[in-house]
């Protein structure tokens, strides 16, 4: 299996700053990454997809980029609704894998 | 918009079977979509279990191929999850969830039901 190593397990960060999440796959999953939210007792939401693509009704605060295995997920200015957890997911190799997850607090 | 919503017991005995159901509104099972279930364990990891794909076939994650079973009731727009012989490495948080085809992403999650296995 494709393992995405996840980085940080947590951060905390204040209001209007800007923080970045990555992954790390074990090998080359040629942009089949996607990154979502998952807010306390709440399901997941699909914010990114094939690692750029910002899913409709995201705000434009989030993006995502790559660079080689290592793809990364950007929060600018950081709103007080951005705080839970994010993970990545990909969808290259079966059977799909996620991250570890970053739990997001704000201060 | 489709909505996903699991439903089961939150705890089970150790060596008997789980089962859940996700009963989806919004949109008909055998319109499309494969339909998932995903698990996320204490601690965080999250795992793909296996899907059922609109015409009925499955696939599962090989780690639980000999003990999963993801079958569907079309006339109920249900599809459910059977994990057999179960132990406490099984506990987590079970979630349905749908995507437009095998390598897009999941679009469409339920919130989640916890099953814990414990005697």
């Known amino acids: 299996d494709i393992q995405m190593t996840q980085s940080p397990a947590s951060l905390s960060a204040s209001l209007g700053e800007t923080v970045s999440i990555e992954c790390l796959a074990s090998e080359d999953i040629y942009s089949n990454l996607a990154w979502y939210q998952q807010k306390p007792g709440k399901s997941p939401q699909l914010l990114i997809y094939?690692?750029?693509s910002l899913q409709d009704g995201v705000p434009s605060r989030f993006s995502g980029s790559e660079s080689g295995t290592q793809y990364s997920l950007e929060i600018n200015s950081l709103q007080p609704e951005d705080e839970g957890d994010y993970f990545c997911q990909q969808s290259y190799k079966f059977p799909p894998t996620f991250g570890g997850g970053t739990k997001l607090e704000l201060k | 918009e489709i909505q996903l919503q699991e439903s089961g017991p939150g705890l089970v005995k150790p060596s008997q079977s789980l089962s859940l159901t996700c009963s989806v509104t919004g949109y008909t099972i055998t319109s499309g979509y494969d339909w998932s279930w995903i698990r996320k364990f204490p601690g965080n990891k999250m795992e793909w279990m296996g899907y059922i794909s609109y015409s009925g076939s499955t696939n599962y994650n090989p780690s639980l191929k000999s003990r999963i079973s993801i079958t569907r009731d079309t006339s109920k727009n249900q599809f459910f999850l059977q994990l057999n012989s179960v132990t406490t490495e099984d506990t987590a948080t079970y979630y349905c969830?749908?995507?437009?085809?095998?390598?897009?992403?999941?679009?469409?999650w339920g919130q989640g039901v916890m099953v814990t296995v414990s005697s």
């Open positions: 094939y690692a750029s």
């Open positions: 969830a749908s995507q437009a085809d095998y390598g897009y992403p999941f679009d469409y």
